[in-house]
């Protein structure tokens, strides 16, 4: 199965979907597109317990949204702000668990993007999480705070991400509690993706009381996403 920018395979019943080529993998129109696309595509295709994997190809597992497409455009930001609330609302109400395996960089948007998974795996010989705002004077949206709330746990750490636009390596998000675990190398991530979701789905779980159940664990998170009042990154 496949996407003009992004794969999605099937193994049994683990969903592995890889954003493709060894780019910065920006969240423009055309990948956010794809994306959606691939998701529509787990959804229909889900048969019992599943589970979902996102990776990438390359040293970016995303470089956030795609400023130079945007070109301080109001309307585009709008149009990648939309997108990328689709792709994390459609995360956020799978029928089944989903897994990043951060396998190289993920800033800003695309720091949100790995967030908006149930867990979050990360390779450490290499890459960090960045939320990149502060230090590109842009204005982090609210609703990309509220994922950060609900996903990491202490006001200080929250601090340390958004008010210091610290890069965080997979050693201090992993002590930081941002991350769920952290491994030597890109193929032992996906490994261990891998071997997190064949665990999660002997558990039997039905998809639909899954989603039904984080829908309401995280409510707030689900609430930010789909108002659209703010909806777009501004300039400082």
Known sequence: MQTKMCTLEKRGNIFILTLTGEGEHRLNPTLLEAILSSLRRVRQEATGSS???????????????????????????????????????????????????????????????????????????????????????????????????????????????????????????????????????ADETVEAALDLAASLIKRGWDGHVYAQNRKVFLRRVIQAVEDTSQTSTSRL
């Open 51 to 185: 589970a979902l994997i996102t990776t990438a190809h390359g040293k970016f597992f995303s470089n956030g949204y795609d400023l130079a497409w945007a070109q301080s455009s109001q309307e585009r930001m709008i149009l990648m702000d939309s997108l990328l609330r689709s792709v994390v609302n459609d995360l956020l109400t799978l029928p089944m668990p989903t897994i990043a395996a951060v396998t190289g960089h993920a800033s800003a948007a695309g720091f949100t993007l790995a967030l908006a998974h149930d867990y979050l795996l990360m390779r450490s010989d290499r890459g960090f999480l960045y939320m990149s705002e502060l230090d590109i004077s842009l204005v982090l949206p609210v609703w990309f705070h509220v994922i950060l709330e609900a996903k990491v746990a202490t006001p200080a750490a929250r601090r340390h991400i958004v008010m210091t636009a610290a890069k965080l390596k997979a050693e201090d998000a992993l002590r930081l509690g941002v991350i769920d675990s952290a491994h030597s190398s």
